[in-house]
């Protein structure tokens, strides 16, 4: 079974939840919703798989009677999927109508597939709206950070994505697959964040190592997140209820102090001269 499975829902909230599991299914979902209707908010979770798996999961081709004014915010939750099976994701997004957000979210995958994806979304209709701001998509091996699957015909801002974190350790930055019909999807891998980012994806972005407490504890260190998030009126606080920044918030779920140390620190021989200490 899955963590928490919703099937044509209205107005769902689904907060404050620890999912871990150890199960060998590769089909296990931690939180999954599908032909869900009105406002839906998934924030502020905890996902753990130690094996394969997705963390949280849409699908809105069950059928249903959808609105373009259905909404979907998945805001502030901790993310960490394991295995070696390519199915395994962090985020996995299939869209018919909806307008949704994906903000501040922090995905660690530590599966070894290097088709694995830390953030896919599929939308093929020219009138929804997706925005994806300020995530961590972290990958421990050479798995794919974002995969993006949009309507060719589409306006330009309605697929919004910037200002996140991506990383992979040796594989590929990206795929764009431009959905024109069902005969005409070409696909464009991007080998480097900087090829993505000039396509119009993930501009504003960087790519580092967060520094993860744990697998499981995704609270973060890593100086690259600091301040290097765009504000977004609609998110004010991170998974722990701490106030976000309002200028510059963090990348990630979690908003935190990562101004460097004052002082000297002699290692040795070395010294390490103040403000150059994370």
């Known amino acids: 079974g899955d963590g928490i499975d919703l099937l044509m829902t209205k107005n769902a909230v689904i907060t404050n939840n620890t999912i871990e599991t150890n199960t060998s299914n590769i089909a296990f979902r931690g939180i999954f919703s599908g032909s869900s209707q009105g406002s839906t908010l998934i924030e502020k979770n905890k996902i753990y798989t130690q094996n394969d798996g997705l963390g949280i999961g849409m699908d809105e081709y069950y059928g249903g009677n959808y609105r373009l004014t259905d909404s979907t915010r998945i805001f502030n939750n901790f993310i960490s999927v394991g295995g070696t099976d390519a199915g395994t994701s962090g985020i996995n997004l299939v869209l018919k109508y909806k307008q949704i957000k994906v903000f501040n979210n922090s995905v660690y995958n530590r599966n070894s597939s290097a088709n694995s994806i830390s953030f896919y979304t599929q939308n093929q209709n020219t009138n929804t709206k997706t925005e994806v701001l300020n995530n961590v ?42 959905f024109v019909d069902i005969y005409n999807s070409p696909v464009t891998t991007y080998a480097t964040l900087a090829a993505l980012a000039a396509s119009g994806i993930d501009y504003s972005s960087v790519s580092g190592n967060p520094l993860f407490i744990s697998d499981k504890d995704l609270h973060a260190d890593g100086g690259i997140l600091n301040n290097a998030g765009t504000y977004e009126a609609s998110l004010t606080d991170d998974i722990d209820n701490d106030s976000r920044n309002t200028a510059t918030p963090d990348i990630g779920a979690d908003e935190f102090n990562g101004a460097p140390l004052a002082g000297t620190v002699t290692l040795g021989t070395n010294t390490i001269a103040a403000g150059n200490i994370t």
């Open 137 to 178: 998509f972290y990958n421990k091996f050479t798995a794919i950070p974002v995969y993006v699957y949009k309507s060719a015909e589409a306006p330009a801002d309605n697929y919004i994505q910037h200002h996140n974190l991506l990383f992979t350790n040796g594989g590929i930055y990206g795929k764009v697959q431009n």
